[in-house]
């Protein structure tokens, strides 16, 4: 399986981006997607994910009330559109496929990633 990230990219303080998360599998509708990021010098962490058949969402709180994930499984992509964008979400986004039992926030259980698709917000 194969997922590439797209539309990051240089945007001000409380701009928007949209990101993409392109897979090659056609069992894209039975995997769980989770968006994950890193930034400098810190861990990745957790940022949404969304379950295979669209019913359930989770947030971290940081992002919660700004961020959306969604998917589209006839197009085999994820989105996570990125609103009121803050300096503090700088970081290298990628997104991940997980084929347990029930959608999570642990990045271990994900056993599929991208290369991810840096995103600078500037102040």
């Known amino acids: 399986v194969q997922l590439v990230e797209s539309g990051g990219g240089l945007v001000q303080a409380g701009g928007s981006l949209r990101l993409s998360c392109a897979a090659s599998?056609?069992?894209?509708?039975?995997?769980?997607v989770g968006w994950f990021r890193q930034a400098p010098g810190k861990e990745r962490e957790f940022v949404a994910a969304?379950?295979?058949?669209?019913?359930?969402?989770l947030y971290a709180d940081s992002v919660k009330g700004r961020f959306t994930i969604s998917r589209d499984n006839a197009k085999n992509t994820a989105y996570l559109q990125m609103n009121s964008l803050k300096p503090e979400d700088t970081a290298l986004y990628y997104c991940?496929?997980?084929?347990?039992?029930?959608?999570?926030?642990?990045?271990?259980?994900?056993?599929?990633w991208g290369q991810g698709t840096q995103v600078t917000v500037s102040s």
């Open positions: 969304i379950n295979w058949i669209r019913s359930n969402t």
């Open positions: 991940a496929l997980s084929g347990r039992t029930s959608v999570s926030d642990d990045e271990y259980v994900y056993g599929f």
């Open positions: 599998t056609r069992a894209f509708n039975t995997y769980h």
